[in-house]
């Protein structure tokens, strides 16, 4: 199975900064990675695809990047409604794996 | 709008079975990968199992030899059938589908609950 590993588990930030989240995969996965979003009591919702396309509607201050093992989430400019757990995905093969999550907190 | 609605959850005891139930409208689930993924309470997302538009089908090991995933086209409805369940299997049940070009899930469910608990 493909191990997904995300960092760092949880970060605190202010409204207006700049948050990074990296995942990283026990073996290369092309770009098939998605990051999704999810607060609490609700079902997670899709932001990004194959590593770098956001889905339609998501705001641009979110974006991906990355191949291969190495995949980065940044979210710019830090609005009150991102807080929230984050959560990579492989998409090559099965078993699907997603990693642990990203908990962003309010500084 | 396009909506995924599951149902089914509840308690049952350890060794019990439950079906759960996945109901789609706005969208035709048949044309598209659906999958299920659970998540305990406190605990990140697992995923479960999958079903092609082809009937091929998918599972996590922990979950492989007691649960079947299938999809019904008449009644536009996605299942779990869930035998031999233990407290491993308490959680939230989320169907989803895997609309885009890969297998990243653009529409989800609301969720259901299972617990397995005697």
């Known amino acids: 199975d493909i191990q997904m590993t995300q960092s760092p588990s949880s970060v605190s930030a202010s409204v207006g900064d700049r948050v990074t989240i990296t995942c990283r995969a026990s073996q290369g996965i092309g770009s098939w990675l998605a990051w999704y979003q999810q607060k609490p009591g609700r079902a997670p919702k899709l932001l990004i695809y194959?590593?770098?396309n956001l889905l339609r509607g998501v705001p641009s201050r979110f974006s991906g990047s990355g191949s291969g093992t190495d995949f980065t989430l940044t979210i710019n400019s830090l609005q009150p409604e991102d807080f929230a757990t984050y959560y990579c995905?492989?998409?090559?093969?099965?078993?699907?794996?997603f990693g642990g999550g990203t908990k962003v907190y309010i500084k | 709008e396009v909506q995924l609605v599951e149902s089914g959850g509840g308690l049952v005891q350890p060794g019990g079975s439950l079906r759960l139930s996945c109901a789609a409208s706005?969208?035709?689930?048949?044309?598209?990968?659906m999958h299920w993924v659970r998540q305990a309470t406190g605990k990140g997302l697992e995923w479960v199992s999958a079903?092609?538009?082809?009937?091929?089908?998918y599972y996590a090991g922990s979950v492989k030899g007691r649960f079947t995933i299938s999809r019904e086209s008449a009644n536009n409805s996605l299942y779990l059938q869930m035998n031999s369940l233990t407290s491993e299997d308490t959680a939230v049940y989320y169907c989803?589908?895997?609309?885009?070009?890969?297998?990243?899930?653009?529409?989800w469910g609301q969720g259901t609950m299972v617990t397995v608990s005697s």
């Open positions: 995905q492989q998409a090559t093969s099965f078993p699907l794996t």
């Open positions: 989803a589908r895997a609309g885009l070009s890969s297998d990243s899930f653009d529409i």
């Open positions: 706005g969208v035709t689930l048949s044309r598209k990968d």
């Open positions: 194959t590593a770098s």
């Open positions: 079903i092609g538009t082809a009937g091929d089908t």
